[in-house]
T-cell receptor
Framework: TQLLEQSPQFLSIQEGENLTVYCNSS?????LQWYRQEPGEGPVLLVT?????EVKKLKRLTFQFGDARKDSSLHITAAQPGDTGLYLC??????????????FGTGTSLTVIP | GAGVSQSPSNKVTEKGKDVELRCDPI?????LYWYRQSLGQGLEFLIY????????KSGLPSDRFSAERTGGSVSTLTIQRTQQEDSAVYLC????????????FGPGTRLTVT
């Protein structure tokens, strides 16, 4: 069952522009993770958010967890070509909270044009 | 230290043959996950191992899929009588239990069934 929807699915922007990627669900998550994946490699963890309303910043990336812990967003400021990749969100089910079931979103493919 | 490794990196097989995919997790990581990823898509959970506990097999798509983990370390995912729809990238991840279950992924095995 696909519980997490990401939007947009594809995004192509010019270097220096800002962008926001969304991750939405009708389910409540105990924690939510964001990953970036480059072609031919496995996803690499960017951040984990656990508290409703939490905001985390990682250089030019800002992550927010919704107050109800059902959604999250990733905002990139002044995008660079090195930001190109597939961005994935993944939620850990708050109902089971056993740690063994992570639901991944469909992904947002970002291309930053120099 | 060494990350998660997977072998082979690429596997081409004929329909109906069996294949084995291997994952070496990070030393000391007791949790191990297998996922399947179709081209440019999100990750589909397959199976989860945690220490000596019984694995969570709820994501395995059919009885042709099985996995084992020997000595709490190396894991092997076996697909019997492969079908063309099994073609995908198979990703392995490991993590420390508890907390936010941050996962560290291997580079994946690209399986092509002809």
């Amino acid at each position: 069952t696909q519980l997490l929807e990401q939007s947009p699915q594809f995004l192509s922007i010019q270097e220096g522009e800002n962008l926001t990627v969304y991750c939405n669900s009708s389910s409540v998550f105990s924690s939510l993770q964001w990953y970036r994946q480059e072609p031919g490699e496995g996803p690499v963890l960017l951040v984990t958010v656990v508290t409703g309303g939490e905001v985390k910043k990682l250089k030019r990336l800002t992550f927010q967890f919704g107050d109800a812990r059902k959604d999250s967003s990733l905002h990139i400021t002044a995008a660079q070509p090195g930001d190109t990749g597939l961005y994935l969100c993944a939620g850990n089910d708050a109902l089971t909270n056993t740690g063994n079931q992570f639901y991944f979103g469909t992904g947002t493919s970002l291309t930053v044009i120099p | 230290g060494a990350g998660v490794s997977q072998s082979p990196s690429n596997k081409v097989t004929e329909k109906g043959k069996d294949v084995e995919l291997r994952c070496d997790p990070i030393s000391g990581h007791t949790a191990l996950y297998w996922y399947r990823q179709s081209l440019g898509q999100g990750l589909e959970f397959l199976i989860y191992f945690q220490g000596n506990s019984a694995p969570d097999k709820s994501g395995l798509p059919s009885d042709r899929f099985s996995a084992e983990r020997t000595g709490g370390s190396v894991s092997t995912l076996t697909i019997q009588r492969t079908q063309q729809e099994d073609s995908a990238v198979y990703l392995c991840a490991s993590s420390l239990p508890g907390g936010t279950y941050e996962q560290y992924f291997g580079p994946g095995t690209r399986l092509t069934v002809t």
